[in-house]
């Protein structure tokens, strides 16, 4: 990544789509594998229209007019791009997740579902990147064919540890505030704590379900809050309002919808809550700043509910 324009790029010299171009014609990782060349055409249209309803810009183009385009790239650099290539080992649903076309769906509730989910797999690579900057060591990533998002090794560790990655950004509700707010209408919404504090559990549980094939090594669920969402969850990760040796849901505003919803996917939800959370070995909760900056507000160990545990760094 030394030297690439996505790291270098002085912002007098442009930072609209024209820019982009420009960046992206020297950037191997914007190039291949996040705007690759059958997507760059409508990308480069799309971005001459206005969307009044909702105003969404690409993450990318949003990121390089923010200064922090290469906080993005970077870790793609890194860990998936080899000699100017694209690594052979990026699985195909990779490769197809990895593409910023989330923008192409007409209907803007449903653009912001799926820029959510780009933005959650960007956050695998993301943290990966900040494991490292940790002193741990990435061997491996589900992007490559790992059965996790990410297998790291801390310094004194032997067998790697899996770790899954959940992203909670903007939800739906408060998006659609969003959008009312700039048609003029009324956007107030009624945002209860239980309700944040259940859906940060389920997001926990998902992780670990999705933990289970892992039996080597220790297993770490990773809930990334993005900074726009953090006033939502603040007090209850702080506060403790989970008791993770109990864990259960509180009862909400919205909870018996939430759950209908939820066991449709997951009918064991209820009935193996504890058992799920309690198989893995932590709980790692990061905001994430403005920037793409990560800062670790909460490690709470489940398999063994005790205050020894490791940091981010193995100690």
Known sequence: MVGCACSSWNPDDGLGIEAFASIRADCSALRMILVPDSLWDDFEAWHGQLDDASLHRSILLLALQRGYLAAIVSPVHRY???????????TKQYKTDLREDWWCYSDPAERHQKARMYSGR?????????????GWRVENLEALGADSDI?????????????????????????????????GSPAGHHASPYDAANYLLFRAYEAAVQLRRNERGRRIVVVVVDDMAWPEFEVQIR?????????????????????????SRYPELLSNLADTLHAVDELWILRREDGYRHVCELIQPLACLTTQHQGPGGE
């Not at 960007?122 to 940790?134: D, N, R």
């Not at 899954?164 to 959008?179: A, P, R, S, W």
């Open 239 to 263: 506060e403790g309002w989970i008791d993770w040796s109990r864990p259960g849901f509180l009862r909400g505003d919205h909870l018996s919808d939430f759950l209908a919803g939820q066991l």
């Open 80 to 90: 998936l791009v080899c000699q100017g290539e694209m690594s052979s080992k990026v």
């Open 151 to 183: 297998e790291a090794m801390a310094p004194n560790e032997v067998v790697a540890t899996s770790f899954e990655v959940k992203l909670i950004g903007v939800e739906d509700t408060d998006f659609e505030c969003i959008v009312r707010s700039l048609a």
């Open 122 to 134: 960007l956050a695998e690579l993301q943290f990966a990147e900040w494991l490292e900057e940790q």
